[in-house]
DNA sequence: TGGTTATATGTTAATATGTTCATATAAGCA
DNA sequence: TGCTTATATGAACATATTAACATATAACCA
């Protein structure tokens, strides 16, 4: 069950909608900047200004790509008043972004 | 060492080769084309015009795409007279690869 | 209600990306 | 050498992506 080969099709192809869902995600982590966004929320919840002062990103632009991070549902947030408190939401697409970072600094 | 945390810099921003790095594969396994061919790589060594021919895909486009996954390492070739052999080059990325693809079927 | 702070949104411009067509290269063979 | 097949390359085009700016919304508080 576990062994290196694709699940559903061995020697087909991928069907349309998961190959859809697979590259919108790798999309998502193919972005400095949306990668170093995930990077800090795998480390703490933060709010919108807390992650642009952090990073050094201005605030629209970091508004953006956390709806685009939401809508792939790899971030939510809760509030707090006027502030939006974000976190992570995928623990395997984080998982995966950590192998590839490790991946990458060993390499 | 193998908990859900990121090696290098724990509460730090991740350096910028290992982002680059980071960034370009995951911009790799971003593209359909991409995935498909190394979906199709996964599961045997193929000539240029086979995926082609199997992906219903235009040779130039898929030489193209070639270069751009031999540039990262992610393919590498044999030849064979005139044929050149495609297979996949890198166990972790391919890993990652099927890793997301089962996430995705099974979301 | 009016002011303040936090965040979201719309628009635009610059850049990056992917595919196609046409053509070049390179190996094998008669 | 000349022909054929397999693959690579370059240029052009259309589209997608990204970040920036300006502005809107939304919640809180005096």
């Known amino acids: 069950m576990e ?13 349309e909608e998961t ?5 919108q ?21 933060c709010s919108v200004n807390e992650i642009a002062d952090t990073l050094d990103i201005r605030q629209s632009t970091v508004s953006h790509q956390l709806r685009f991070l939401k809508n792939l549902r790899l971030v ?3 509030r707090a ?10 623990e395997h697409v984080m998982l995966i972004l950590k192998q590839m970072i490790d991946h990458a600094c060993h390499s």
């Open 25 to 45: 995600t790798f999309k998502a982590l193919g972005d400095p900047t949306r990668v170093r966004i995930l990077h800090l929320l795998f480390q703490k919840e």
């Open 19 to 23: 190959l859809f869902i697979v590259t």
């Open 81 to 90: 008043g006027t502030t939006l408190y974000y976190s992570h939401d995928d």
């Open 76 to 78: 939510k947030y809760r």
């Open 3 to 15: 062994e290196l080969e694709f699940e559903n099709s061995p020697s087909k192809e991928i069907d």
